[in-house]
């Protein structure tokens, strides 16, 4: 198989900090899945926090310090992974959709 592209590796080391987040803030903070208020969500309005996120970012960094700012970018990834969900729910996406990616000409 060989060996393990970097872009993989770094991946699986963000991958382990954003599953950290999720295990030790969101669920603690929030509670488990299915969270009420992310469910009663559209797909914009999911779309719009990860924005929110992006953009307070910088902000975040210069007045409550890195860890917060790095906190942000953890929020921005799990979202992304709300957004799919959605699309999944709502276009009923399948793994042949996902295939169709990957492998698409």
Do not use: N
Request: hydrophobic share 35%; glycine share 4%.
């Amino acid at each position: 198989m060989g060996l393990v592209p970097a872009k993989v590796l770094q991946w699986r080391w963000f991958s382990s900090l954003v599953e950290k987040h999720i295990e030790q803030y969101v669920v603690e903070q929030y509670g488990d899945h299915p969270d009420i208020h992310i469910e009663s969500m559209s797909i914009e309005e999911v779309k719009g926090k990860m924005s929110s996120y992006v953009q307070r970012i910088g902000r975040v960094l210069k007045t409550r310090g890195k860890k917060e700012a790095a906190r942000d970018i953890l929020k921005i990834a799990h979202f992304c992974c709300y957004e799919l969900d959605k699309m999944v729910k709502e276009y009923q996406l399948t793994e042949e959709d996902f295939e169709l990616v990957f492998h698409d000409d």
